[in-house]
């Protein structure tokens, strides 16, 4: 395990601004995503971090130790790609082999931590056949035990969940925690998937425009945003603008904390029509409209119907401590 810090990086291609002077510190042992839209700055921060760029300014430690000028293969670092990039003519087991073999290990070291590596990602019994012969989840896999068979400092890990199915990608979310868990490993997770973030991560770091605009555990990150855009970003809020003492201020309510109900009910609440009602399974969310405000609410279902239906006239409610205010 190791500790990452990042100090004051900055990187710019061309006239683009991919970095703008961020500090980030990782701790031993933890996994923290980088989540943002595309283009935020979370790719080439992990590309930094990995050796595959330079900065254009600020420092990169490893356990203390700055980095800047030390190649990709001497860092000790994993990599999990978006691709996998898997050898096509290898086998499972030589592929994840691959990377002690170049360190010129013994046949007997090879071959024992490359077999705990397949055990502990769960492939025993195909450890001989190809990557076009395993499924996505399996071949994720591969690329997981590769990466941690070489025994890095730190694993990095670059979108990738992102080409699994949404069943799949969920099941390997916990499965991919349970790897990361047994081996001890200090992790940097990139990702644009909100869902993904809130399940995998110790800390979330939530990017813009090459800035980091919030950093925290997920649930401090999700229940108190720090602005519009962390809000808006993960998960979904309803957002009032109001003026307070002439200035104007902005307040946000995530729709699970709306209920809907015939009669006036909490703190505050709006009365409106039904405009639409999404039932999907576990949860109902409706849409509504509150004298030309749009208003979303998002229920827990406890039965196989939708409470209310479209063009109901109802009441939307809460609590005050669910009312947050931020800034734009």
């Known amino acids: 395990m190791a500790t990452v810090t990042v100090n004051n990086l900055s990187k710019k291609y061309g006239e683009t601004i991919a970095l703008d002077h961020i500090d980030l510190n990782i701790p031993e042992g933890s996994l923290i995503s980088l989540l943002g839209p595309s283009g935020c700055g979370k790719t080439t921060a992990l590309r930094l971090i990995a050796g595959f760029e330079k900065p254009d300014s600020g420092d990169i430690y490893v356990d203390g130790e700055r980095v800047n000028d030390v190649p990709v293969n001497k860092r000790t670092i994993g990599m999990v790609f978006q691709s996998y990039a898997l050898f096509p003519h290898m086998s499972a087991k030589e592929n994840i082999s691959y990377g002690l073999e170049q360190q010129k290990l013994s046949k007997g070291e090879i071959e024992r931590r490359t077999d705990d590596a397949i055990k502990l990602v ?71 998937d909100q869902e993904e973030a809130l399940t995998l991560s110790d800390y979330i770091v939530v990017m813009n425009a090459g800035k980091i605009v919030q950093a925290g555990k997920p649930f401090d990150v999700y229940e108190k945003p720090r602005n519009c855009f962390v809000a808006g970003f993960l998960g979904k809020a309803n957002f009032f603008e109001r003026d307070v003492n002439g200035h104007k201020t902005i307040h946000c309510v995530r729709p699970e904390k709306i209920k809907i109900s015939e009669n006036p009910s909490g703190a505050r609440y709006l009365e409106g029509t039904i405009e639409f009602v999404t039932y999907a399974g576990n949860i109902t969310t409706y849409t509504l409209d509150c004298d030309g405000k749009s208003l979303l609410a998002e229920e827990q279902n406890s039965s196989p119907s939708a409470k209310y239906k479209a063009g109901a006239r109802v009441f939307a409610g809460w609590d005050q401590e669910n009312f947050l205010l931020m800034e734009e």
């Open 122 to 192: 769960q492939l025993s019994g195909h450890e001989y056949k190809r990557p076009k012969q395993l499924s996505g989840g399996q071949q994720q896999r591969v690329a997981l035990a590769r990466a941690l068979v070489i025994r890095p400092k730190i694993l990095l890990l670059d979108e990738c969940l992102s080409a699994l199915d949404k069943k799949l990608r969920v099941e390997m979310q916990a499965e991919l925690r349970r790897i990361l868990e047994a081996s001890h490993i200090t992790a940097l997770f990139v990702t644009h």
